[in-house]
């Protein structure tokens, strides 16, 4: 059994991350990456359903950790 309220903490940590204009994409892509992976190690299960899960760059970084849960998207 995981943990389900890592939206809680990933949502407003995410929208801080998009609002910093000084920040590249790949900057934001591997600080969310960090993030997804802090959480899952706290046993967060429940990624999708964050309210930025379909945002690029969180999918980007999930890809990056998880290439399997998109397999069947791209078939």
């Known amino acids: ?3 389900g309220g890592g939206d809680r903490v990933f949502d407003p940590m995410v929208k801080a991350i998009l609002s910093v204009k000084e920040l590249k994409d790949r900057d934001k ?3 969310i990456k960090t993030l997804l992976l802090t959480l899952e190690q706290e046993d967060w299960d429940t990624q999708d359903e964050s309210r930025y899960w ?3 760059l969180v999918e980007q970084a999930a890809k990056k950790i998880h ?3 998109f397999e069947e998207e791209e078939e």
């Open 1 to 3: 059994m995981g943990w």
């Open 29 to 31: 892509g591997q600080l």
């Open 54 to 56: 379909t945002h690029p």
């Open 67 to 69: 290439p399997d849960w």
